[in-house]
């Protein structure tokens, strides 16, 4: 089994940076692509970045110059730095991962409970 487990969310004012990290744990053999998603209430979820193994990204137009994700292969941890926070930024993040575990030539695709973020007008 593997864990995802988010870290930095809260409540920030428009126009301020919160740092979110995804640290991933258990039975991990490689660790693929990761991203970031969120929702937000009465909104389907949404990817937000994602960032392959080798350091790729990719970002949602309305995130792109504000958020940049990167990652720590040698932690399994991922990160997502945002800044110039505004109002509809305000969701709940979701951390997910392509996990190759040990023994299995399979990928198997992982959430984590989700970290809220808000912010204020």
């Known amino acids: 089994q593997v864990q995802l487990v988010e870290s930095g969310g809260g409540l920030v004012q428009a126009g301020g940076s919160l740092r979110l990290s995804c640290a991933a744990s258990?039975?991990?053999?490689?660790?693929?692509?990761m991203g970031w998603y969120r929702q937000a209430p009465g909104k389907q979820r949404e990817l937000v970045a994602g960032i392959t193994s080798g350091g790729s990204t990719n970002y949602v137009d309305s995130v792109k110059g504000r958020f940049t994700i990167s990652r720590d292969n040698a932690k399994n941890t991922m990160y997502l730095q945002m800044n110039s926070l505004k109002p509809e930024d305000t969701a709940v993040y979701y951390c997910n991962a392509d996990v190759t575990p040990y023994g299995s030539r399979y990928s198997y695709t992982y959430w984590g409970q989700g970290t809220q973020v808000t912010v204020s007008s």
């Open positions: 258990g039975d991990i053999f490689t660790l693929n692509r």
